[in-house]
């Protein structure tokens, strides 16, 4: 889809599409899977990464801007929207494809890792968790059957099971008893999730770091049943060692034939390896929060513009890169704009690295069907490993 077209879809078709929700399989390289989802809103080419729009907006980024970086996608927040400005009202004014001025495929977090990251103002019981708002203070309940409630209300093309996200560490006896818990909720949440045609519920594989645990997870979550199935609790402060040797024995485990989503991750080569051991989706807010904070991503690793080296720097940030960052200003203007705190600064960085992670997943893509993965991956990494072209 060219721009243009996808600048007119942005303001004109809402509605579904009426097609069934699907995974397809097209490839294979060893682990590394690339696919296809189809949703009620459209369709996802996998490996995919969804750019985060937690309160319904992608910070700093038009829909359309979006959009023309490749992302077919969006991430957005149950527990943001539900706070402000409402699901009722997101409801009453069309749902968030319409709301938000955005066509295709939305998934919905289902709260369970914001809550849980309120500490002391949550509490825990097996109904649910209450809990105060960080906004104004007042007292909330998610049960699985209000965040599938809620994401009904806001037309999410994919839903995810309320659970725990188990904390980082944590023993044996306490990720079990929390892993149990969410598996309990995972069937409330496919109870009370409302079946429309187009429209998923995935189930969220628990267990942190302990293979039996995961196993356990995997099997509970099958035996109820989901339309795809997403790995939480890593990206928790485990580190990338232990999150990939977490992934090793947990993917092998999920259902080849259903999508694999890890749950806010990450880093470029965060999700090289991740592909590598066969996860299809990824989520994360370090594009557009770095793009905030004069953090550029590029082929040959991060950049900061807040560096005087760059300040009489002519050259785009990127050479190869199409977006309108480094094809229209220089590295001195980029820096400029951030010294000078103007807000186009961060608009046209979160621009650039959302396109970043949308071009490196094109390339992953093709990389699969052509079956040269572990060439990609080499030169992902030699690339990266030769540092930033420093000013002449």
């Given at each position: 889809?060219?721009?243009?077209?996808?600048?007119?879809?942005?303001?004109?078709?809402?509605?579904?599409?009426?097609?069934?929700?699907?995974?397809?399989?097209?490839?294979?390289?060893?682990?590394?899977?690339?696919?296809?989802?189809?949703?009620?809103?459209?369709?996802?080419?996998?490996?995919?990464?969804?750019?985060?729009?937690?309160?319904?907006?992608?910070?700093?980024?038009?829909?359309?801007?979006?959009?023309?970086?490749?992302?077919?996608?969006?991430?957005?927040?149950?527990?943001?929207?539900?706070?402000?400005?409402?699901?009722?009202?997101?409801?009453?004014?069309?749902?968030?494809?319409?709301?938000?001025?955005?066509?295709?495929?939305?998934?919905?977090?289902?709260?369970?890792?914001?809550?849980?990251?309120?500490?002391?103002?949550?509490?825990?019981?097996?109904?649910?968790?209450?809990?105060?708002?960080?906004?104004?203070?007042?007292?909330?309940?998610?049960?699985?059957?209000?965040?599938?409630?809620?994401?009904?209300?806001?037309?999410?093309?994919?839903?995810?099971?309320?659970?725990?996200?188990?904390?980082?560490?944590?023993?044996?006896?306490?990720?079990?008893?929390?892993?149990?818990?969410?598996?309990?909720?995972?069937?409330?949440?496919?109870?009370?999730?409302?079946?429309?045609?187009?429209?998923?519920?995935?189930?969220?594989?628990?267990?942190?770091?302990?293979?039996?645990?995961?196993?356990?997870?995997?099997?509970?979550?099958?035996?109820?049943?989901?339309?795809?199935?997403?790995?939480?609790?890593?990206?928790?402060?485990?580190?990338?060692?232990?999150?990939?040797?977490?992934?090793?024995?947990?993917?092998?485990?999920?259902?080849?034939?259903?999508?694999?989503?890890?749950?806010?991750?990450?880093?470029?080569?965060?999700?090289?390896?991740?592909?590598?051991?066969?996860?299809?989706?990824?989520?994360?807010?370090?594009?557009?929060?770095?793009?905030?904070?004069?953090?550029?991503?590029?082929?040959?690793?991060?950049?900061?513009?807040?560096?005087?080296?760059?300040?009489?720097?002519?050259?785009?940030?990127?050479?190869?890169?199409?977006?309108?960052?480094?094809?229209?200003?220089?590295?001195?203007?980029?820096?400029?704009?951030?010294?000078?705190?103007?807000?186009?600064?961060?608009?046209?960085?979160?621009?650039?690295?959302?396109?970043?992670y949308q071009q490196l997943m094109a390339g992953i893509r093709d990389a699969i069907e052509d079956g040269r993965f572990d060439d990609f991956e080499a030169?992902?990494?030699?690339?990266?490993?030769?540092?930033?072209?420093?000013?002449?």
């Open positions: 889809m060219t721009p243009p077209d996808i600048q007119r879809a942005v303001f004109s078709d809402f509605e579904p599409s009426g097609a069934d929700f699907s995974f397809k399989l097209i490839a294979n390289d060893r682990q590394a899977r690339r696919g296809r989802v189809t949703t009620a809103h459209g369709t996802v080419e996998t490996p995919a990464f969804m750019p985060v729009g937690t309160a319904g907006t992608v910070k700093a980024m038009l829909p359309g801007s979006v959009a023309q970086t490749g992302a077919e996608i969006v991430l957005g927040n149950t527990y943001h929207l539900m706070l402000r400005p409402g699901a009722e009202r997101v409801a009453e004014l069309g749902g968030l494809h319409r709301f938000m001025n955005w066509p295709g495929p939305i998934l919905t977090d289902s709260g369970g890792y914001q809550v849980m990251s309120l500490a002391a103002l949550r509490k825990i019981t097996e109904d649910g968790v209450r809990f105060r708002s960080h906004v104004d203070g007042s007292y909330h309940t998610l049960t699985p059957e209000s965040s599938m409630d809620i994401q009904r209300m806001l037309d999410s093309d994919i839903t995810m099971a309320f659970d725990e996200c188990t904390p980082f560490p944590a023993d044996h006896p306490t990720a079990e008893k929390s892993m149990e818990m969410s598996m309990r909720w995972a069937a409330r949440s496919r109870d009370a999730f409302t079946n429309r045609k187009g429209y998923g519920l995935f189930g969220i594989v628990q267990g942190s770091v302990y293979e039996d645990l995961r196993h356990r997870s995997i099997q509970a979550l099958t035996d109820i049943g989901f339309e795809g199935y997403a790995v939480g609790g890593l990206a928790v402060g485990e580190g990338q060692e232990l999150m990939f040797s977490t992934l090793d024995f947990t993917t092998p485990a999920m259902p080849k034939e259903k999508p694999r989503y890890l749950m806010g991750v990450g880093k470029p080569d965060d999700i090289v390896g991740a592909v590598k051991r066969g996860i299809d989706m990824f989520d994360c807010v370090l594009p557009t929060r770095s793009g905030r904070n004069a953090q550029a991503f590029t082929r040959r690793g991060t950049v900061n513009l807040k560096n005087a080296r760059h300040a009489a720097d002519s050259r785009p940030l990127d050479e190869e890169c199409p977006c309108p960052a480094c094809r229209d200003y220089s590295r001195a203007y980029l820096h400029h704009l951030f010294k000078a705190q103007e807000m186009l600064g961060p608009m046209l960085l979160s621009w650039h690295n959302v396109a970043y030169a992902f990494h030699e690339e990266r490993a030769g540092g930033d072209i420093p000013a002449l």
